[in-house]
């Protein structure tokens, strides 16, 4: 089980498909690797060994980071994030 405070996020390799078992990475079934708790799923076509070079498991990475962190961010008036320099910055965040 997954704690309530924790975001859930999916990538999933579908490439070669795993006899009796269907669609997966190679190695993991895409029936054991679909969550209900995700927020977000993502499949991309990719192997086990090879997702994290894959260019559309690298941009659906990104765009979670990406939104975690505006979402986690303090806002720009919060004197502790101006203190320690946390304040986003435009066009940081803008590619």
């Known amino acids: 089980p997954t704690a309530p405070d924790v975001i859930v996020n999916s990538i999933i390799g579908d490439y070669i498909p795993l006899p009796r078992a269907g669609p997966s990475d190679g190695v993991v079934p895409m029936d054991s690797a679909l969550l209900p708790e995700s927020q977000t799923t993502t499949i991309v076509d990719a192997s086990h060994t090879s997702i994290q070079r894959s260019p559309g498991a690298q941009q659906e990475l990104l765009k ?28 940081a965040v803008g590619y």
């Open 64 to 91: 979670i980071l990406r939104n975690h962190l505006s979402t986690h961010l303090p806002p720009n008036d919060c004197p502790i994030a101006q203190e320690l320099s946390w304040a986003p910055r435009s066009s």
